[in-house]
């Protein structure tokens, strides 16, 4: 069975560009991912990354919302320890109410930022403790069933905006199976635990409210072109870029050519690091079809979520249409 198909938008800013061009760039990518028959499109929170426009991820799923009309679009995911349940569910219970069964919302744990950024917006260093109890309480505000007496989120209640849980590691899979909701693991970044979480999630699911069977939804990293030199090319460039930005921070940090990062992938570090984008379809419309293909038969997974790791905006919406067309995805017309 093939699974389904969709996107995360990392929303890049590109060498050069600005947020406003990242903005421009990700109703491009969702109109043309809607065109091309992809399920869905989601967009990740990240702080103090200046690579990173996604930041704002509700207000952002709204711009993209009004300039489409059928694709889903949603949070893969908001950091929900960021903030308060409430203020999440009258967000997202907002975009339901503007864009009716349109609207999903993906929940993880992590900061998306550093520890200082952590700081700056003011989070609890012990909030991650309370991410299960958290997800329940923003479950219920969405139902208009709170668990906080004499508090509903309006608008929200009532909006059933269906959940899912992220995770690059054990305990998003045993959230996900305790609370009967999708699960879906960060491969395209965070691969070594992807196989055992699987497990796991699927041995222990409860079925729920929201969800009758156990679903998953695997990421990997997708840079499609006609010619298989130019895809390389591409790829190369978006590694070095996520190596940099992991070796050199900061105002005084050294800048490193491209022949130092690729000796630097040489190293047991390096190859660390290179190892994070393990699961990378890279190539012609052919080749990433049989890694695509084969990444699905070893997880099993019922949905592929592509991150489409190329850094210019118009070979990055090329790639998306090529793996579709690869994928015998329907095109909505």
């Known amino acids: 069975m093939t699974p389904a198909l969709s996107i995360l938008d990392l929303a890049p800013i590109a060498p050069g560009e600005t947020a406003a061009d990242s903005f421009a760039a990700s109703v491009a990518l969702a109109q043309t991912a809607e065109k091309s028959g992809y399920t869905r499109v989601w967009y990740a929170e990240h702080h103090n990354m200046p690579s990173i426009a996604s930041s704002a991820t509700s207000v952002l799923i709204g711009h993209v919302a009004a300039q489409t009309s059928t694709i889903r679009l949603g949070a893969g995911g908001v950091m929900l320890p960021n903030h308060s349940p409430l203020t999440i569910a009258e967000q997202f219970g907002t975009l339901a109410t503007l864009y009716p069964d349109r609207i999903d919302l993906g929940l993880g744990r992590a900061p998306g930022s550093d520890q200082n950024t952590a700081r700056a917006m003011r989070r609890d260093p012990r909030a991650s403790d309370e991410f299960p109890q958290d997800v329940v309480e923003l479950q219920a505000f969405l139902r208009g069933v709170s668990v906080v007496p004499g508090v509903q989120a309006v608008p929200g209640g009532g909006t059933d905006v269906p959940l899912y849980i992220l995770g690059s590691s ?52 997708v840079v499609a072109a006609d010619d298989e030199a130019d895809a390389q090319r591409m790829f190369d460039i978006t590694r070095r870029f996520r190596v940099r930005s992991m070796i050199s921070r900061g105002p005084n940090a050294p800048e490193y050519t491209d022949a130092q990062i690729d000796e630097f992938l040489t190293t047991p570090q390096g190859r660390e690091i290179s190892n994070m984008m393990r699961y990378s379809a890279v190539g012609t419309p052919a080749q990433v079809r049989e890694f695509l293909q084969d990444f699905a038969a070893l997880t099993g997974a019922d949905e592929l979520i592509t991150a489409h790791a190329v850094q210019e905006t118009a070979a990055r919406l090329r790639s998306v249409v090529l793996t579709a067309e690869a994928m015998e995805l329907a095109p909505v017309s």
């Open 170 to 221: 054990l305990f998003g899979a045993k959230l996900a199976a305790a609370l009967g909701l999708p699960f879906a693991f960060a491969s395209h970044f965070a691969p070594d635990a992807l196989l055992d979480a699987i497990e796991i999630y699927r041995r222990e699911f409860t079925p729920s409210a929201q969800l009758a069977a156990p679903y998953v939804i695997a990421g990997v990293n």
